[in-house]
């Protein structure tokens, strides 16, 4: 974890180098620190994103792995908070509700998994993230064999690029 933390922060030292570079910034000139440091607090909350981003999909990932059955009851609604059972988008409810629980990860109310077992679900990238009012992000995801079509044209995309970089040499 610290060769990683290091390899980060030395990445982000010459991202920020390049910047530098590119722009010319003289360090002396008010106004370029000001950009320079605009530009510094960009890529760290664009890094901290990705890296949020990154660590959602390995846990979601993880529990996938693990091929756990996914239990569903259909309970009285107050029951079903009192066991636990979150209702995460505070979405009406009827007396009797379906709750969705994955033992030692998630418990909540929910509408339609249609998944016996984590390892039905076959994967999950994040394909969007965003804000949708003050403190709610929401998070777009792909499951299955939609998640493995987009990280194959992700890395056909890559591929493409890297081709064409070496080709200019």
């Known amino acids: 974890k610290k060769a990683s933390n290091f390899r980060e922060k030395k990445k982000f030292t010459e991202s920020i180098n390049t910047y530098k570079e590119v722009l010319e910034i003289d360090e002396t000139n008010n106004k370029a620190k000001k950009a320079l440091n605009k530009i510094e ?3 760290k909350e664009a890094e901290f994103k990705q890296a949020y981003i990154e660590n959602i999909e390995i846990l979601v990932n993880t529990i996938i792995n693990q091929k756990s059955v996914i239990e569903i009851q259909l309970l009285d609604h107050k029951k079903a908070l009192e066991s636990g059972a979150t209702a995460l988008f505070g979405e009406k409810y009827g007396d009797e509700v379906r709750v969705v629980n994955v033992d030692g990860f998630s ?7 249609h998944a ?13 993230e965003g804000s949708l009012s003050t403190g709610v992000r929401r998070i777009e995801a792909a499951t299955s064999k939609y ?16 081709i064409e970089l070496q080709e200019k040499g």
């Open 41 to 43: 607090d960009e890529i």
């Open 107 to 113: 418990k909540e109310l929910c509408g339609g998994t």
């Open 116 to 128: 016996n077992r984590t390892g039905d679900i076959a994967g999950f990238k994040i394909i969007s």
């Open 147 to 162: 998640a493995s079509d987009i990280l194959n044209d992700r890395s056909r995309i890559l591929n493409k690029i890297e």
